[in-house]
């Protein structure tokens, strides 16, 4: 009897998970529809800037002698320091949705400390800034709870002061890590490098053809204002794709959790039938063996 009871006390148990997953990923699904829809959007808005700020770059590069002189258009071969800024959830459940950004973080810190390149690190998220505290790696700056709900104004301010630096000539490089929206299944891991921008693409003759008109006087002051939004938007984008996929990957999670308690649930139920049908034989044995005893 007592391991009846253990058996039914284990079947409830797991069927009470069962219940809090199926309803943690209905939660994900409806999140996941009105994330989806803000970064489709939101990504349409940052290609339309891209090419904008491609446009002006490639006219100024083509036309201007000795192309562009912006510090944010040339390519540093030898950097000496720049930042990493990585974007994860503040919450766990998602699957190896988190330890994919953490790992893609560890292989470029690892691939500029060969090149003997200082490194500093920016965090938002909370599993991401838990994860490198536990590991004693230092963190220059660290957000948390804006990764689960992204704001504009608390992005561009983070990613402000990396604008700043590499300005400033304190760091050659900016580099953006998440793991992003593909589709409801599938998360796809982004490695982007901010700042500089490269300019090796630009195509001189298509600029040529191209109906944007800029004042001479005006062209790299505008580019310069330009980089500064496309950099922030870029860091905002960042968070509206890396909530989606969160979402994304929490919901799969879920999915594959409630699926495995199911199964969990059918084994112990059958574990309970045959313990229950044992302890009947036995009893029926212990009479049988009784009024035989007796006679």
């Given amino acids: 009897m007592a391991n009846l009871k253990e058996i039914q006390r284990q079947i409830k148990s797991v069927s009470n998970t069962q219940k809090t997953t199926r309803a943690m990923k209905l939660v994900s699904t409806a999140k996941l529809r009105r994330a989806e829809e803000l970064a489709k959007r939101s990504r349409l808005f940052a290609q339309k800037t891209n090419q904008v700020i491609a446009e002006i770059a490639s006219r100024i590069h083509c036309n201007k002698v000795g192309g562009i002189d912006s510090r944010c258009f040339v390519q540093n071969d030898a950097p000496k320091t720049i930042d990493i800024i990585f974007v994860t959830a503040d919450k766990g459940l998602c699957g190896g949705f988190n330890l994919q950004t953490i790992k893609a973080v560890k292989r470029l810190i690892s691939e500029y400390e060969d090149k003997n390149v200082n490194i500093r690190i920016r965090g938002i998220g909370k599993k991401g800034i838990e994860y490198f505290n536990f590991n004693q790696v230092e963190l220059l700056d ?14 561009s301010e983070f990613m402000t ?52 008109e ?22 905002y984008y960042a ?3 890396s909530v989606a996929a969160e979402h994304s990957a929490r919901m799969q999670a879920m999915d594959a959790a409630t699926n495995n308690a199911k199964q969990m649930v059918k084994t ?28």
């Fill in 268 to 295: 112990l139920t059958v574990k309970y039938n045959k313990a229950r049908q044992e302890s009947i034989t036995t009893e029926l044995i212990e009479i049988i063996s009784g009024v035989e005893s007796m006679k």
């Fill in 214 to 235: 800029l004042e001479a006087h005006d062209e790299e002051a505008m580019l310069d204002s330009l980089v500064t939004k496309y950099a922030e938007f870029n860091m």
């Fill in 161 to 212: 002061r990396s604008i700043k630096d590499f300005k400033d000539g304190i760091i050659d490089g900016v580099y953006l890590v998440y793991n992003g929206y593909k589709n409801v299944i599938t998360q796809e891991l982004h490695v982007n490098k901010i700042l500089p921008v490269d300019v090796s693409d630009f195509d001189c003759e298509k600029t040529k053809n191209n109906v944007l």
């Fill in 142 to 155: 660290e957000v948390k709870n804006l990764s689960s709900s992204p704001d504009m104004q608390r992005s």
């Fill in 239 to 241: 968070l509206i794709d």
